[in-house]
């Protein structure tokens, strides 16, 4: 199966020296980075992991040119053939989960918090879209097969009383 496409999805070209890169990344994580498989990235791509925190790239993960993936806290997973476009911005503050095939289009913000202080596992069901610029607040929760388009804003919802 083939990573998805369309207008949003931007397959990246591999950076130089991207293979080396991604060894380099691993190295210093000290092990906090597993790479499930191939995957590429773009140009100057940040992967930022804290103390006690995780990473996981599942195989066939394109990570585009100047992608920024941050876990902060808890384990930060990208599922199998996702696509992470140009500028994106992926946080994990509480644990982030994105499924198989999805695509995180360019300067699209994940995991973002909603107000200072406010944390929450983020959850993002396989063949989702998350649009160019679009939104998804640390907390919510976005159902398999959703297309969230350009400057949506997925929050968390209200807990029942």
Do not use: K, N, Q
Not at 104 to 109: D, N, V
């Amino acid at each position: 199966m083939t990573a998805p496409v369309g207008a949003d999805a931007v397959v990246p070209e591999p950076a130089r020296f991207g293979a080396l890169r991604l060894l380099w990344l691993r190295f210093r994580a000290r092990g906090r980075v597993r790479v499930e498989g191939a995957v590429t990235l773009g140009r100057d791509v940040e992967v930022r992991v804290a103390d006690g925190a995780r990473v996981v790239l599942g195989d066939g993960v394109h990570l585009g040119t100047g992608c920024r993936v941050e876990a902060l806290d808890g384990t930060l997973r990208l599922g199998a053939r996702t696509l992470v476009g140009p500028r994106a911005f992926v946080v994990s503050l509480a644990g982030l989960e994105v499924g198989e095939d999805c695509v995180i289009g360019a300067f699209a913000g994940v995991g973002v918090p909603p107000a200072p202080g406010v944390r929450g596992r983020v959850e993002i069901g396989a063949r989702s879209r998350i649009a160019a610029h679009a939104t998804v607040d640390s907390g919510a929760t976005v159902p398999a097969g959703t297309v969230l388009g350009s400057y949506e804003e997925a929050t968390p919802r209200a807990a029942p009383r």
